[in-house]
T-cell receptor, first 109, second 113 residues
Framework: DAKTTQPPSMDCAEGRAANLPCNHS???????VYWYRQIHSQGPQYIIH???NNETNEMASLIITEDRKSSTLILPHATLRDTAVYYC??????????FGKGTRLSVIA | EAGVVQSPRYKIIEKKQPVAFWCNPI?????LYWYLQNLGQGPELLIR????????DSQLPKDRFSAERLKGVDSTLKIQPAELGDSAVYLC???????????FGPGTRLLVL
């Protein structure tokens, strides 16, 4: 599976949009971009995934560049409960998730 | 809909003792995963089941770790004997056949003294 690169940490003011970047320059054509997050003392939680089109659900939006070498997860109005480690994962089909170290997002009041 | 259930949530044992973790996946999910998460790291796959068959156990340390999913539903992960380095969070996840989203349980936090 392709590897991803994420900043180790980010801060965001409460109520503002949180934009979490991810680089996946070696992604293959049949690999999806997945985002999970892990709140302290909980298991990872699925957020969103996409192949090449931008995706939006009730939790977040996923913007994938046209060349698919990077993506951005957007939390439109961050709250304190969004403080977590966010993992960007590239995977093919129903293969196991390969987690990196993720980005630790701190939402500040 | 109930999520993935794991028990116990916390376990403290002395080294060389055995320990077992239990996982009940989401109803109807035929794929079950066990992950290990060390402090400050992302989860790492230990074993994956399709129904009762272990289809990927290449990362499971078989000298001390074992797992089973006898009826294709619940699963048990065992460590015998436990070592200090086994202190970690053990996560169980499940997914539905044909679906690619995995749903995780809260994990079991193991401390080996």
């Amino acid at each position: 599976d392709a590897k991803t690169t994420q900043p180790p940490s980010m801060d965001c003011a409460e109520g503002r949009a949180a934009n979490l970047p991810c680089n996946h320059s070696t992604i293959s054509g049949n690999e999806y971009v997945y985002w999970y997050r892990q709140i302290h003392s909980q298991g990872p939680q699925y957020i969103i995934h996409g192949l090449k089109n931008n995706e939006t659900n009730e939790m977040a939006s996923l913007i994938i560049t046209e060349d698919r070498k990077s993506s951005t997860l957007i939390l439109p109005h961050a709250t304190l409960r969004d403080t977590a480690v966010y993992y960007c994962i590239v995977r093919r089909g129903n293969t196991p998730l390969v987690f990196g170290k993720g980005t630790r997002l701190s939402v500040i009041a | 809909e109930a999520g993935v259930v794991q028990s116990p949530r916390y376990k403290i044992i002395e080294k060389k003792q055995p320990v077992a973790f239990w996982c009940n996946p989401i109803s109807g999910h035929n794929t079950l995963y066990w992950y290990l998460q060390n402090l400050g790291q992302g989860p790492e796959l230990l074993i994956r089941y399709e129904n009762e068959e272990a289809v990927d156990d290449s990362q499971l340390p078989k000298d001390r770790f074992s797992a089973e999913r006898l009826k294709g539903v619940d699963s048990t992960l065992k460590i015998q004997p436990a070592e200090l380095g086994d202190s970690a969070v053990y996560l169980c996840a499940s997914s539905q056949q044909g679906e690619e989203t995995q749903y995780f349980g809260p994990g079991t936090r193991l401390l080996v003294l």
